[in-house]
């Protein structure tokens, strides 16, 4: 595709740096293609052109670092600050609110798993840091969940290749599928309970 292509090029020109800077752009908030780059990285890396072990190194140094960088944001500018400005960059008042209850929620966990979640990607360290969330704890859960990630889908592409570029295709397909079906089960059932709510005596 047009966009892989964009991609290999900034690969090929930057290596490292392109992988680290842009993982750690998008950790600090900013709508960067973290994700996409580190698949095209490991599909590069599956084909010799790039070293497995700095793709992954790269990719873990960036998302840390970059989720560090936005809880220290987070923890001193605040929330409204945050909410005011971010919608500029796609960081709504609502998105923002969902994240901040999960937050509230599960902690550390949410931490550990964020990176495979588009939003809480892009909004991990900066919920942290608002939450007013130990540092350490943070620090631990991000280290580990940022070594998850870029294990998983630089070793994922550098294994399978373009098999792992089809699948991950027809994956997002069934994905969003599945998520309309839920909407439509979900605002099904709103409207039934409130039937049943203006029906009651």
Same mark, same amino acid.
């Given at each position: ?13 930057? $290596? ?8 750690? @752009? ?17 599909? @590069?890396?599956?084909?010799?052109? @790039? ?5 992954? #190194? ?6 840390? #670092?970059?989720? &560090? ?8 500018? $605040? ?11 796609? #960081? ?27 939003? @809480?990607?892009?909004? &991990?360290?900066?919920?942290? $840091? ?11 859960? &991000? ?7 870029? $294990? ?50």
């Amino acid at each position: 595709s047009a966009a892989s292509d964009v991609y290999k090029r900034q690969l090929h020109a930057y $290596g490292a740096i392109a992988i680290f800077v842009i993982i750690f @752009l998008e950790s600090t908030g900013l709508p960067s293609p973290g994700e996409s780059l580190l698949i095209a990285s490991g599909l @590069l890396a599956g084909r010799g052109e @790039l070293d497995i072990w700095t793709v992954f #190194l790269a990719a873990w140094a960036g998302g840390m #670092l970059g989720d &560090n960088l936005g809880y220290v944001i987070g923890r001193t500018v $605040g929330r409204p600050v945050i909410v005011r400005y971010g919608s500029k960059v796609g #960081l709504t008042e609502p998105r923002f609110a969902a994240v901040e209850r999960q937050f509230l929620k599960h902690g550390a966990l949410v931490v550990l798993f964020a990176r495979f979640f588009v939003v @809480l990607r892009q909004l &991990n360290g900066l919920v942290a $840091g608002i939450t007013g969330m130990h540092w350490l704890h943070f620090f631990v859960a &991000n280290a580990a969940g940022a070594a998850l990630w870029a $294990g998983f889908w630089a070793f994922a592409a550098y294994a399978f290749g373009t098999e792992l570029e089809h699948y991950l295709h027809y994956g997002r397909q069934a994905f969003y599928v599945v998520g309309i079906a839920l909407a439509i089960a979900a605002a099904a059932y709103g409207l039934h309970i409130m039937r049943r709510k203006k029906t009651a005596p």
